[in-house]
């Protein structure tokens, strides 16, 4: 009888090593990212994933065309299938400014500040299986998350893992760096052919995965149907190691690039030419003012306080400038401040791979 029980728990121990390791197989490195998670300021948090980032799956499929469907396939991919949300996310704006400069021993630097009315902002550190590494950043509420789904606690902190496939910036391990902004109105690019479909904040990782230089990136966009998302207009701020530097605008559903180094949330291109510029908005000129003072040449000091200048600050119903970013795209790398705390840096550096 002992024989017979001992072989019985044996066999149950067993099984249950198997379960456990077949567990850790299917979820250990999504449950290591969302330990990784750490604290650095008020509103600031970060966190390294090294995996598949899900970004294969997701464009085998044909991609996806809406926020909603974004957000429920994150889910689906942090639960392996065992878990099909129903989300809602809803229209919400916000304004930055970008510059990019070069420096005086010969880098180039790209800085830019998000804003918005209220923000948890995580940066995820992404080595995927498969594609270059990344650094980005996204705000949690930006799928209605809230307060609640702040990234303290297990749960929390795997549920932030949604931020594989959504960013609002962020720089690649070959120099690429790249943010979106508002660009002035509400006129939604909704682009419908047989390519794949992909929202705009779900296009900044997809491009900084694959693509090495803004020419890279640009024929990565001709090649999927755009979609905006949070019912607004958006444009994307792009530079590289090279020196190359546009913003890529959405006109009539056709993709448009005008070269500037400075931006903020109104039109560049010639068909809407300061289409969405509110009066008395002064943040794109102070940046094209700092950048032709200084002939373009500002050091990594300089292009901080530039992009300070313009940072927004906190008012009644409006968080203002959540983060600022400032990132070195021959030496990849970026520097975080949090809410303008700019006596509060946060470094973080890529692989030394750009050329």
Known sequence: MKKVLKIALFSVMGLVVLLGIAVWLEF??????ANSCV????????????GDDGFDGLMAKGGIAKADELAGYAIEFLSKGHYKPEISTSKQTYGCSALTVNTPEGDILMGRNFDFTS???????CIPDKGYETITTFNVEFYNFGE???PEGFKNQYMALTGLFVALDGINEKGLAIADLMAGDTVQTHQNTSKPDLTTTAAIPYMLKNAATVD????????????????????????????????????DNKMVVVESPAVANHYLCEQKLNAGLEPGDKRY????ERYAENNGVMNMEQLTNAIASVSQPQREGFLGTAWTMVMNLKHPSVTYYSQRHYNKPFCFSLKSTAE
């Open 28 to 33: 250990g490195h999504l449950v290591k990212g």
């Open 39 to 50: 604290k650095l300021d008020d509103g600031l948090y970060y966190m390294e994933y090294k």
């Open 119 to 125: 923000a948890i902002g995580v940066i995820m550190h």
């Open 148 to 150: 609640n789904y702040k």
């Open 216 to 251: 890279e990136a640009l024929k990565l966009l001709e090649g999927i149907d755009m979609h905006s998302d949070i019912g607004s207009a958006h444009h994307y701020a792009m530079a590289d190691a090279t020196g190359k530097r546009v913003v890529v605008e959405y006109v």
């Open 285 to 288: 000129d102070m940046l094209c």
